[in-house]
């Protein structure tokens, strides 16, 4: 039993004001670095041959020849196996028109993190259904996006003989064609959550589009839209149906799900039009009717805030949202890049969610110097963060899109994928609801105690 002390009066007063504005009642939790690893920028898998339409940078050429890059990430899940995730790559080099050979995949992956007590701070390839470590990234460590039912309405790279149905350009790859994979010129998936049936929910920034898909990556309904928010990507928009109402790449950046998994929600990184400057639309979508439920909110960015990276969540009403801009440490400017917690049960005197500052990127405790720079303060000021992950009530994963063959984060070269466990001091109040196969094993093994204490009681 927890035995609570009342605050003195004054103290309790305080307390009493803040919870009835629902202001938050501390400030950022204190953050350090706990684990540290890093996956070299120039890490592949096997595949088609990918980056015919874009350009290398940092001393990378393109294209990669019978190859794809296995990063940069913009979203991650729990993995099979403790201390393995799920990455999710974007749609491969940035833009619709240059991504059209990048295969839509998620990878199993492994980070060893260098620790105040060991650790290599190298990442590994793992089986994508069972978390067993693996000497490099192939077939059995990622499963890719398709549509081999033609259930999606959108025309895909699949459904030509050359590449952006231009009679200028390669043959779609046979391994595109004849398993109708998806690629990066048919979609820009920035987000994925997995539902309580197993299948998996991309949110993507070309429609902006929520995509089904079972375990296996195979879609299985047409694409879902957002009524009233088109991007300018959208085919009722290049048609000239309807007029953009979203700016480019500003799609669903962010999702996360309540622990039940029935419902998600899915966080714009861009303001409507017609909507307060600055502020991102947050949506509850059913998973069991498979459509919006009409509740909305909105999420203010700061002043020095211009994007966010994601959403996950920490129970059924509380978030972690990453929020940054676009200065490095290379390119000039002031980084910003910083995670905040919000409360969808608790709105600011504008209407916004609340939202309290939880770790600064640019300012975390290193006292053991995990990524060797010679400082015990840490900094992570890549262009783009894209990956949180809530490990446990003290704990946070986070890593960096390296938008490969992108530069300039820490230097000049080809921007490494680094990944961070994150000690927090506050506790976060983290739903301890087991994910559906743990859930089972341990109603099971409820069952057998139940059985056994009937015995005893019997006997």
């Known amino acids: 039993m927890t035995l609570i002390r009342f605050p003195k009066r004054a103290a309790f007063a305080a307390t009493v004001a803040a919870l009835s504005m ?100 190298t990442v590994s390839a793992a089986n994508f259904n069972t978390g067993a470590t693996m000497p490099g990234f192939n077939a059995g460590s990622y499963v890719n996006l398709s549509d081999p039912n033609n259930l999606l309405t959108v025309k895909v790279q699949a459904d030509y003989q050359r590449y952006y149905n231009s009679a200028a350009n390669p043959l779609v790859d046979a391994s595109i064609r004849s398993n109708r994979l998806l690629t990066g010129a048919d979609f820009d998936v920035e987000s994925v959550r997995k539902d309580k049936n197993g299948n998996y929910w991309f949110g993507d920034e070309f429609g902006p589009y929520l995509i089904k898909t079972n375990a296996k990556g195979e879609v299985q309904r047409r694409e879902i839209g957002m009524l009233g928010v088109y991007s300018p990507q959208n085919p009722a928009v290049v048609n000239g149906s309807v007029t953009a109402t979203l700016g480019s790449s500003r799609g669903f950046e962010g999702m996360a799900s309540n622990q039940a998994g029935d419902k998600l929600y899915t966080l714009l990184e861009g303001t409507v039009a017609g909507d307060a400057a600055g502020t991102l639309r947050i949506n509850a979508f059913d998973v069991n009717t498979e459509s919006y439920t009409g509740q909305q909110w909105h999420y203010k960015l700061d002043a020095a805030g211009t994007n966010i990276g994601d959403m996950t969540a920490i129970n059924d009403h509380e978030f972690v949202v990453i929020e940054r801009n676009g200065a490095t440490a290379t390119g000039g400017g002031t980084p910003f890049k910083k995670l905040f917690k919000i409360d969808l049960n608790q709105l600011d005197a504008s209407g916004n969610v609340s939202k309290t500052e939880l770790v600064d990127l640019m300012n975390i405790a290193d006292p053991h110097d995990l990524n060797g720079d010679g400082s015990t303060t840490f900094t992570f000021p890549f262009v783009t963060i894209e990956n949180v992950l809530v490990l446990d009530a003290h704990t946070l994963l986070v890593a960096n899109d390296n938008n490969y063959p992108g530069t300039g984060g820490r230097n000049l070269g080809s921007d490494n994928t680094e990944f961070l466990k994150i000690h927090l001091d506050q506790a976060l109040n983290v739903s301890a609801v087991p994910e559906p196969g743990s859930l089972a094993l341990l109603l099971a093994g409820l069952g057998m105690v139940g059985l056994k204490l009937r015995s005893r009681q019997r006997s």
């Open 22 to 121: 629902g202001a938050p009642l501390a400030q950022a939790a204190s953050a350090s670095l706990e684990g540290w690893a890093l996956m070299p920028a120039n890490t592949f898998s096997d595949g088609p041959t990918t980056g015919q339409f874009a350009s290398g940078a940092g001393g990378n050429p393109l294209p990669l020849v019978n190859m794809q890059s296995v990063q940069g990430f913009s979203a991650v899940l729990a993995g099979p196996t403790a201390g393995s995730y799920l990455f999710m790559p974007d749609n491969g080099f940035g833009t619709q028109g240059n991504s059209a050979d990048a295969l839509l995949r998620m990878y199993a992956v492994t980070p060893n993190f260098k620790t105040a007590t060991g650790g290599s701070g």
